[in-house]
Each structure stands twice: as C-alpha cells, then as structure tokens.
C-alpha cells in the first residue's frame, strides 16, 4: 500500500491542548491587564498614604517603598506567563541561545550510528533537521528553530542506547518526532516558555516579596528594640530616683519575651504570604502543566503504535535514573508527567483509558477550582468570592467554607460557558482535523516510505499518520459528550 493511500487513516491522538491554552490565555489578556491596572491603582493608593503618613512621623514606613513590588504577587503567574510567550514568538532567538549553551554541532559524516538516526528521522520526519554533542551525557530533545521548522538535539547517552537497544532508542525518537509533527518544539525544550514563567515567577517572589518582608521585619524588630532599650534606660533613671527617695525599685521589663514575639509573629507572615503564594502559583500554572502533560502523553501514544515499541517506552521507564535535586525535579516534573500515569496510559492505549487522557485538559480546570478551594480553605479571611460579595464575617466556619465552595465553583463553571463549547467542538473535530494539522508543521513532507516496510538497517517503517485501522472515534464522542454537558450544566447554572 502507498504512503497516499495511508494518509486517510490518521491517528488523531490527543488534541494540542497547549495551542488552545494559548488561545484562551491571549483572549484573557483584557482581563489580565485589568488585574495588573487594579494592583498598581492599589500601589499608588499605598503611596499617597505612606506620604500623609511621613508628613506627620518622617520615621513611619521608611522602608515601606521595598514593599511596593508584592502588591504585584497576584499578578506574578500571569506577568510571568504573558513574558515567557514571547519565546514563542521569536523562536530564532532561543535558537541561538540553545546550540551555544550545548554546543551542538552538525553531525560527523562518518559515525555510523548518527547516519542511522539521520536515516531514521529521514524517513520518518524528513524536514527535522539533527544536530549533536556527543562529548555530552543526556539523551535527545527537540527544540524550534522556526515557526514551522524544529532540530533535533542528539547527546551521547542516545547514541549508546541506540547501540545496546535499538527498538527502545527508535521508540524514543518516533516520542520526539511526534513532538516535531504537532509543533509542540515552540513550547518545549530547554528554555521554553513555561519553564521560563516559573523560574521567574519565583525570583521575582524571592527578591522582591520575600526578601524585602525579611528586612523590613527585621527593621521593625530593631525599632522595637531601640524602643525597649529607652524604656529600659528610663526605667533605670527612675528606679535610681526612687532608691534616693527610699523607695522600692521596680522590676525592669524583660527584653527576650517581646523581642521573640515579634521575630516569631514575622516568620509566620511570611510563612503563611509564602504558602499563599505557593497554592496561588500552583493554581495559575495547572492548566499549562496538564497541556505539557498532554503533548508528552500524545508523543507515547504514537510511538505505542506498534507493540514493540511500546515494549521499548516501557524499558526505558522502567529504568531507575539518578536521583533529582528538589529544584530540578519541579523543572523535570513541569514538562514530565509521572512514569507511573505514563506506564498507566501506555498499557492502556486501546481502551477507555483513551478518554481520560484526551480529557486532561478540561479536569485541569476542575483541578484548578480544587487548588483554589485550598487557598480559601489556608486563608479564609474574607477572601472567599462568596463572603467578599456578601460582607459576612471573616472567621471561619466549615459552613461557610462549604458555601463558599460552592460558589465559587459555579463562578468558575459559569464565567464562560463558551470555553466548554469550544473543547467540545475540538474533540470532535480533532480525529478529522489532526492529519491536515501536523502536515502544516511538517510542511507537507510525507514518509519516504508506507507502514510496515524495511528501511536499509531492517527497522520497521511507522507512517506517522496512520494505524492499523479505523481512528477510535467513539473515545473523542465520549469525550466530547462529558464536556458538553458540562457546557449545558454551565448554562443552566448561570445567576
């Protein structure tokens, strides 16, 4: 059978979550904006007061312009995000910035193993181009190096499992070739936008929230103690007039006991703004974490497509590597999902299982509601969407959390029905959108060669459009039947 006759029968996978994310996050930016205008209207509100306040005490809030930057720490997530798309746009320059920091270089002529690769992605993915540093440990990654052009980072761990496993190596670049076919290369990567977003996201926090709560905190705590110092020196003054007059000295007031109150009353502010800030920040970056979850789980998916390479991905996760520092285990984990849901879905590639996993993005957003409830659940104190409208009392009840859940939950729901509309209509549409989608990143290049042939070192031949059989459509309408009635319960829902 022809490569044509092939390109009827797509294997759609799971939709490009992260491409719609993208979309409504660009939609949302009006709104995001307002939230940035509303807490520099609050800054410049704190700055007037602190000004009144300094006519009548210059000492008063001498260090409070340090604190001007948290009235942003809302915002963070989102400055952050807005920012880290920029490398989306302009992908040349993370290019640059990418094969300087690893030193990646065309491939040698004459090393056996890379003309394999070469040949390898060549009749898979003609268009990608390859480039490598093997004096570097590591495997393989993809990174853009254009709107519709992507390069392939081979390192010297791949080529040695590529020698020692062959089917395990070619299950692992057919993963990186799905990522190269449905343009997931513009947000993945070293460098790419969303691992950008966090890492500012927590410096900003860092440098300018925490560290300047740390030193006003402890220029409060010497105030005060300046201030018992005086009293302590009145005190003594005066007990030396009271021994004049054969009087009893008073007792001096003790230094430790209000010195530590403050100091511990400091660290827990800052504890719990950090926790706050921590649940905020998981929150705003859930759904971009389920949309590269889902890009990882789609390239396993096709990969899995012939039973030999599933085997291969299951090898290779079933490997136990070295152990992570705690920082770069969050980075990994950003752009990884877990091995263990990854095993899950690769064992259960062709049953139901399907359509949990072409649902990840929409029980993101349920997740999200979830960490937002935590938040409420932490620091109650009249933030809960349903207290702040109706003015009730900020101590907490489970009542009230329990009202406050629930309404929060349908804001969330309802606050844009056509977001429901929108995912229901791309499962859909995705088993017949999905082939014309990635022949516009792959600029149209089709397999050099159908499924099921040899190529010139006897590895089988995937077309990456195609599988044996029909595009499992009952998946995406079971799919898409959950989401619509969440668009339906949305409408219902709605005051």
Not at 57 to 80: C, H, K, M, V
Not at 98 to 105: A, F, K, S
Not at 240 to 252: C, I, T, V
Not at 349 to 363: E, G, M, T
Request: glycine share 6%; net charge positive; aromatic share 14%.
């Amino acid at each position: 059978m022809s490569t044509e006759a092939y390109k009827f029968r797509t294997q759609p996978g799971v939709p490009p979550w992260m491409w719609y994310w993208v979309m409504m996050f660009t939609l949302n930016l009006p709104a995001l904006f307002g939230s940035w205008y509303a807490s520099y209207d609050a800054l410049v509100k704190s700055i007037r007061s602190a000004e009144r306040l300094r006519a009548v005490d210059p000492q008063a809030g001498r260090l409070l312009y340090l604190s001007y930057p948290g009235f942003f720490t809302e915002n963070l997530p989102g400055i952050a995000l807005f920012l880290g798309l920029f490398t989306i746009l302009f992908p040349r320059l993370r290019v640059s910035v990418i094969e300087r920091r690893n030193r990646l270089e065309p491939p040698p002529v004459s090393f056996k193993a890379l003309n394999e690769i070469k040949s390898f992605i060549e009749l898979h993915a003609p268009g990608l181009e390859l480039k490598v540093n093997l004096k570097r440990p590591g495997r393989i990654w993809i990174y853009p190096n254009g709107y519709r052009k992507a390069t392939l980072a081979v390192f010297s761990g791949f080529v040695m499992l590529w020698k020692t496993d062959r089917e395990a190596a070619e299950a692992v670049l057919l993963h990186e070739l799905e990522h190269y076919r449905r343009g997931d290369a513009l947000f993945m990567g070293p460098g790419d936008f969303f691992e950008n977003a966090v890492k500012l996201t927590i410096l900003f926090y860092l440098l300018f929230v925490a560290l300047p709560y740390i030193i006003t905190s402890a220029d409060r705590t010497w105030q005060q103690y300046e201030s018992l110092q005086k009293i302590d020196v009145l005190g003594r003054e005066i007990n030396n007039m009271r021994r004049s007059m054969g009087l009893e000295e008073q007792p001096a007031p003790g230094y430790f006991l209000p010195l530590a109150t403050s100091i511990f009353i400091s660290a827990f502010g800052l504890l719990t703004t950090t926790a706050g800030f921590l649940v905020r920040t998981v929150a705003s970056f859930v759904l971009p974490v389920a949309c590269v979850w889902a890009a990882e789980f789609n390239a396993d998916h096709f990969a899995a497509g012939h039973q030999k390479y599933r085997d291969g991905i299951l090898r290779e996760l079933n490997k136990k590597h070295g152990k992570l520092g705690w920082w770069r285990w969050i980075l990994f984990r950003l752009s990884h999902p877990p091995d263990s849901l990854r095993r899950f879905f690769l064992s259960r590639r062709d049953s139901y299982a399907l359509a949990l996993l072409l649902l990840i993005y929409p029980l993101a957003m349920f997740t999200r509601i979830a960490v937002l409830h935590v938040w409420v659940f932490l620091f109650q104190g009249g933030v809960g969407t349903a207290s702040a409208v109706a003015g009730q009392s900020a101590e907490f009840t489970w009542q009230k959390f329990l009202q406050d859940s629930i309404e929060n939950t349908r804001l969330a729901v309802t606050s844009w029905p056509l977001d429901w509309l929108l995912m229901t209509g791309l499962l859909l549409a995705w088993t017949s959108v999905a082939h014309p989608w990635e022949q516009f990143f792959t600029r149209g290049q089709k397999p050099l060669l159908p499924d099921g042939e040899k190529n010139a070192y006897g590895s089988a031949i995937i077309a990456p459009d195609t599988v044996q059989g029909r595009p499992r459509f009952k998946y995406y309408a079971l799919a898409a039947a959950l989401t619509g009635a969440v668009f339906i319960v949305a409408l219902a829902w709605r005051k």
